[in-house]
């Protein structure tokens, strides 16, 4: 059974940091490319980055650009979403995903109907 737990979410002030992570059981993992969304209350879910399967290629929406970093260990099958800067409006319950790629995760998906598996979600509160 495919799983995504996420964790590292809290709360935090403005202008802080945290470290999202988001270990994955699918396999292989490099077949995946890995994304974060979130949703805020009261609004749709957001695409907020991806990776591609080596690494080397990562996309993010402009609200998080300088400020968020997504990166993977492929030998831990695992995601993360370093956020610095953190604003009140990044206030959302943050979502791992995946979509599955063959061979490699080598698309950089933005639209949350291309991703296979989701994560339960991680609260993320920034109090000003």
């Known amino acids: 059974q495919v799983q995504l737990v996420e964790s590292g979410g809290g709360l935090v002030q403005a202008g802080g940091s945290l470290r999202l992570s988001c270990a994955a059981s699918?396999?292989?993992?490099?077949?995946?490319?890995m994304g974060w969304f979130r949703q805020a209350p009261g609004k749709e879910r957001e695409f907020v980055a991806a990776?591609?399967?080596?690494?080397?290629?990562?996309s993010y929406t402009d609200s998080v650009k300088g400020r968020f970093t997504i990166s993977r260990d492929n030998r831990k099958n695992t995601v993360y979403l370093q956020m610095n800067s953190l604003k009140p409006e990044d206030t959302a319950v943050y979502y791992c995903?995946?979509?599955?790629?063959?061979?490699?995760?080598?698309?950089?998906?933005?639209?949350?109907?291309?991703?296979?598996?989701w994560g339960q979600g991680t609260q993320v509160t920034v109090s000003s």
């Open positions: 699918v396999q292989p993992f490099i077949s995946y490319t």
């Open positions: 995903a995946a979509d599955r790629q063959r061979p490699f995760g080598t698309v950089l998906t933005m639209s949350e109907n291309e991703y296979d598996y």
């Open positions: 990776i591609n399967w080596s690494g080397g290629s990562t």
